[in-house]
Each structure stands twice: as C-alpha cells, then as structure tokens.
C-alpha cells in the first residue's frame, strides 16, 4: 500500500505540494492577498490556504486547470460585474491557470472582505451577522 500523503501545515506546504504548473499563480495569489490584508493571519482550513481576521476573510486553492479564490458569497456578489468573465459559483471563483492573475480584482476583494470582517462581522459561508 502506497504511503499516506500528510496534508500540508502551513501555506507553504500547500504551494510546495501543489502541481507545478499553479505554483508560481499560488504564490502571486498569496503575495497580492497579504498586501490587500495586512495583519491577517494564515492558515490552512479544510485543507486549502486561508488568511483570517476576525474571521476567514479568503481562501484560495490549486484546481487542474484553474486557482479556486473563495472570497464568500457577499464579495461574489459585490464584484458580480467585474467577475463576468470568469466561471463563479455562489462563493468561489475559477481564475484558469492559462491566463494571468487579476491581481488588481484579488487585492479590490480580498479589501472588501476585510472591511465586511470589521464592519458587518458576517461570518463566513452563511452572510448572517453575527448575534449578540
């Protein structure tokens, strides 16, 4: 029996670990992310990178032929318009690997998400606020 993969610890990890061709994007995603949301801590959360404040502001994860950014399904709608190019889902957002990183769109959400973090406290997946 072939040995068990060990999931990766840290961001790090991930990227090290994912296919080489999405390396280089991963790297660019997380640079752009940490410049959007000074302060946010990184994690790994259900396997795939994630930077938190309060809450998980994005997540990001290496697909076969794409970045997966999850932004939640708020900064989805947010940036609807800008994000029409791009195949979405109701919180996550498919960047193909064949093209470049909107660098610019990343940091403009990634931003969103950390003034709804502190502004709505919406937690993350369900837009509720959270109750007191």
Known sequence: M????????????YINAAPKEA?????????????????AREEIKWGM??????RIL???AAFKHHIGF???????RAFAKDLSEFATSK???????????PVPLIRK????RVRESV??????????KKRA
């Open 49 to 54: 990178p994630a930077f938190s404040h309060r």
């Open 2 to 13: 072939p040995p068990k993969k060990t999931r990766p610890q840290t961001i790090t990890d």
């Open 58 to 60: 994005v997540m990001f």
């Open 91 to 101: 919180g996550g957002i498919q960047l193909p690997l064949e093209k470049p990183l």
């Open 23 to 39: 390396r280089q994007r991963l790297r660019q995603m997380r640079a752009c992310i940490r410049k959007a949301a000074p302060g």
């Open 119 to 128: 502004g709505k406290d919406v937690k993350w997946r369900t837009g509720r």
């Open 70 to 76: 999850f932004p939640t399904s708020s900064a989805v």
């Open 109 to 112: 959400i990634t931003a969103f």
